[in-house]
């Protein structure tokens, strides 16, 4: 039986239609950006649930949660508590974007029955993959830039430890939205049914938030033995990492202190850190993009 | 003398999905420069026909050919309209199109020619989709598939939801694309599209039940009987089937009994006549099955 990969397009392009192959497989990508891009901006659920409910939720957290700035310890501000409350939360959004979103717009094709359309495309399956990564990254970015802005007006303060802050956090950004959409199209091919797949993914997204205390922002409240998962587990790791970066939160408990800000465990400001991350998005990324071509395209997905 | 290739060929298809077996050995060619068409009830695997060949299933067994290719390899070459398939509602007509424009590379601007020929509105395409009818959403994906140049166009039921003008209209875009050379399979349940095609394959449960022009089709399907009153015409007509319809009952001409014995009776509203491209469905879909069976 003869089936379909990235080999069998380079095969076909020999036609006087043919255009160079990065240049098709650009387009495609941006077809599929653009498409996705749309759709998830028209689709309520997205601007409830990935820009509405993370603004909300930082609001709650500081008017409820967040200490008064007579309580703060000497060791930090509460603009900088302020502040690493909304990286966390817009982390939040972020993987509620490229998780939730976007494996319900994959789940919604697959359900649609649209592959049967669009295999009998010359469609190369990375560009698909890559082109509904993008548009994530696009309307997660909207989320998070939205909760950050939210806490400025809140008082939060924002400050780049260096030069190099700028791409730690830009990356871990993107490196983080690989991690949510490679995710997102893990369940979505386990799990055929399309409810199914929100209902999974939202529990994905709040297991994740609160077995990590708050994406890593309240590491007290897992017992120390298990601290060292919040510097591991991809969400708190990405937000404690841009946490560190974007305030002026301190690395360290400060001697004669149990507790302060973020730690202990003391935050993972080193750079093996940051590879850390890049293996978590490789590692998933590249088996979402084998699964979009082995599973979703060869494997006959939504059937 | 020499046989013309087939465009498409298909050899002993199997295709099941977990609740059981859709098409279960189908075999069909169809010939190049023609236009095909698939008759049959819903749910005889009609759809995931076009599909296998299409290459947006794959076969459980058997071949398929498309100019002497995989379905696989033969993307280029092909155009699929796969009804409510196609389409995003969050997106505006426009974007649909567009979308599907950068994903064939053999794609033109002739979407906007279709859609007029259509009588769609061309205003609308600024609209989403999701506000569309049924019949502006057929429009729409029949404009995107016959806007790209290739040499096969497969197209599943794409009448269904279209007003009679409107199927007419697309019969003459349909007519001067097999007048260019091209292949057209097509799906449907309309026997009105009998008058476009060229050769025509009945689809049952059991696979291609019956498949020739639509004069020789036409040709074999007995005299109909038309009832308008209370008269009783089932010992008339063969296995005493009726085909019921607001106005009429209709059953086929029992073999061995008169036309004139038959409309004899006093009183009664009864009439034999030639069968029409409706008989010929209800013949060859429904009759023959069961006695296929």
Same mark, same amino acid.
């Given at each position: 039986?003869?089936?379909r990969?990235e080999?069998s397009q380079t095969d076909t392009e020999t036609t006087t239609h043919s255009m160079p192959r990065a240049s098709r497989w650009m387009t495609q990508t941006k077809a599929f950006?653009? !498409?996705?891009? !749309?759709?998830?901006? !028209?689709?309520?659920?997205?601007?409830? *649930?990935?820009?509405?409910? $993370?603004?909300? *939720?930082?609001?709650?957290?500081?008017?409820?949660?967040?200490?008064?700035?007579?309580?703060?310890?000497?060791?930090?501000?509460?603009?900088?508590?302020?502040?690493?409350?909304?990286?966390?939360?817009?982390?939040?959004?972020?993987?509620?974007?490229?998780?939730?979103?976007?494996?319900?717009?994959?789940?919604?094709?697959?359900?649609?029955?649209?592959?049967?359309k669009l295999r009998s495309l010359p469609v190369a399956p990375s560009a698909d993959?890559?082109g !509904?990564?993008?548009?994530?990254?696009?309307?997660?970015?909207?989320?998070?830039?939205?909760?950050?802005?939210?806490?400025?007006?809140?008082?939060?303060?924002?400050?780049?430890?260096?030069?190099?802050?700028?791409?730690?956090?830009?990356?871990?950004?993107?490196?983080?939205?690989?991690?949510?959409?490679?995710?997102?199209?893990?369940?979505?091919?386990?799990?055929?049914?399309?409810?199914?797949?929100?209902?999974?993914?939202?529990?994905?997204?709040?297991?994740?938030?609160?077995?990590?205390?708050?994406?890593?922002?309240?590491?007290?409240?897992? $017992?120390?033995?298990?601290?060292?998962?919040?510097?591991?587990?991809?969400?708190?790791?990405?937000?404690?990492?841009?946490?560190?970066?974007?305030?002026?939160?301190?690395?360290?408990? $400060?001697?004669?202190?149990?507790?302060?800000?973020?730690? $202990?465990?003391?935050?993972?400001?080193?750079?093996?850190?940051?590879?850390?991350?890049?293996?978590?998005?490789?590692?998933?990324?590249?088996?979402?993009?084998?699964?979009?071509?082995?599973?979703?395209?060869?494997?006959?997905?939504?059937? | 003398?020499?046989?013309?290739?087939?465009?498409?060929?298909?050899?002993?298809?199997?295709?099941?999905?977990?609740?059981?077996?859709?098409?279960?050995?189908?075999?069909?060619?169809?010939?190049?420069?023609?236009?095909?068409?698939?008759?049959?009830?819903?749910?005889?695997?009609?759809?995931?026909?076009?599909?296998?060949?299409a290459g947006?299933?794959?076969?459980?067994?058997?071949?398929?050919?498309v100019f002497?290719d995989?379905p696989d390899a033969a993307t280029e070459q092909l155009s699929f309209?796969?009804?409510?398939?196609?389409?995003?509602?969050?997106?505006?007509?426009?974007?649909?199109i567009a979308f599907f424009r950068d994903l064939h590379p053999r794609t033109t601007d002739q979407y906007?020619?279709?859609?007029?020929?259509?009588?769609?509105?061309?205003?609308?395409?600024?609209?989403?989709?999701?506000?569309?009818?049924?019949?502006?959403?057929?429009?729409?994906?029949?404009?995107i598939s016959l806007s790209v140049e290739v040499p096969l166009y497969?197209?599943?039921?794409?009448?269904?939801?279209?007003?009679?003008?409107?199927?007419?209209?697309?019969?003459?875009?349909?007519?001067?694309?097999?007048?260019?050379?091209?292949?057209?399979?097509?799906?449907?349940?309309?026997?009105?599209?009998?008058?476009?095609?060229?050769?025509?394959?009945?689809?049952?449960?059991?696979?291609?039940?019956?498949?020739?022009?639509?004069?020789?089709?036409?040709?074999?399907?007995?005299?109909?009987?038309?009832?308008?009153?209370?008269?009783?015409?089932?010992?008339?007509?063969?296995?005493?089937?009726?085909?019921?319809?607001?106005?009429?009952?209709?059953?086929?001409?029992?073999?061995?009994?008169?036309?004139?014995?038959?409309?004899?009776?006093?009183?009664?509203?009864?009439?034999?006549?030639?069968?029409?491209?409706?008989?010929?469905?209800?013949?060859?879909?429904?009759?023959?099955?069961?006695?296929?069976?």
């Open positions: 039986m003869a089936s990969s080999h950006a653009l !498409r996705n891009l !749309r759709a998830m901006l !028209r689709t309520k659920a997205t601007i409830i *649930w990935g820009f509405g409910f $993370p603004a909300f *939720w930082y609001f709650l957290t500081s008017l409820v949660f967040l200490p008064d700035s007579g309580d703060v310890s000497e060791a930090t501000t509460l603009g900088t508590i302020k502040g690493s409350t909304a990286v966390s939360l817009g982390l939040f959004g972020v993987l509620t974007v490229t998780l939730v979103a976007f494996a319900g717009g994959l789940s919604d094709d697959l359900t649609a029955k649209r592959y049967r993959f890559a !509904r990564y993008l548009a994530g990254v696009a309307v997660a970015a909207v989320a998070y830039v939205l909760v950050l802005l939210i806490g400025l007006l809140d008082g939060a303060t924002y400050t780049l430890r260096g030069p190099l802050s700028i791409p730690v956090v830009i990356g871990t950004f993107l490196l983080f939205s690989l991690v949510g959409v490679s995710v997102a199209v893990l369940v979505t091919r386990l799990v055929g049914d399309s409810e199914l797949v929100v209902g999974i993914t939202n529990a994905i997204l709040l297991v994740s938030y609160f077995l990590t205390g708050y994406n890593g922002m309240n590491p007290g409240l897992l $017992p120390a033995e298990s601290h060292w998962v919040i510097n591991v587990a991809p969400n708190s790791l990405a937000a404690r990492l841009q946490a560190w970066h974007m305030t002026e939160i301190p690395a360290t408990t $400060p001697v004669g202190v149990e507790r302060a800000g973020l730690t $202990p465990p003391a935050l993972p400001v080193s750079i093996q850190f940051v590879g850390l991350l890049v293996v978590w998005a490789l590692v998933l990324g590249s088996l979402a993009t084998y699964l979009m071509d082995s599973a979703v395209y060869r494997g006959e997905g939504g059937e | 003398m020499t046989v013309a290739t087939p465009a498409v060929s298909v050899r002993e298809l199997r295709k099941g999905f977990g609740n059981g077996e859709v098409l279960a050995g189908v075999d069909l060619d169809v010939p190049a420069g023609e236009i095909t068409l698939l008759m049959g009830p819903n749910g005889v695997g009609k759809t995931i026909l076009l599909s296998c060949i947006g299933l794959y076969a459980d067994a058997g071949d398929i050919s002497g995989s309209m796969l009804q409510d398939a196609m389409l995003v509602d969050e997106l505006t007509g426009h974007e649909n906007e020619d279709i859609l007029a020929t259509l009588d769609f509105d061309i205003e609308a395409l600024e609209m989403e989709v999701g506000d569309y009818s049924g019949g502006m959403k057929r429009k729409l994906e029949l404009a497969l197209l599943d039921e794409p009448t269904a939801a279209l007003d009679m003008t409107t199927v007419n209209q697309l019969h003459s875009v349909l007519a001067s694309r097999r007048e260019a050379g091209e292949t057209l399979l097509i799906s449907s349940h309309l026997p009105a599209d009998a008058e476009l095609a060229d050769t025509i394959a009945f689809v049952a449960e059991n696979g291609i039940t019956a498949i020739g022009s639509p004069e020789e089709l036409l040709a074999a399907v007995p005299s109909v009987v038309l009832a308008d009153g209370p008269a009783d015409i089932a010992s008339a007509v063969r296995d005493g089937r009726l085909f019921e319809d607001k106005v009429h009952r209709r059953g086929f001409l029992r073999e061995g009994v008169s036309p004139e014995s038959v409309t004899g009776e006093k009183g009664a509203a009864v009439q034999v006549r030639e069968p029409t491209y409706t008989d010929m469905f209800n013949y060859y879909v429904h009759l023959r099955e069961e006695h296929d069976e």
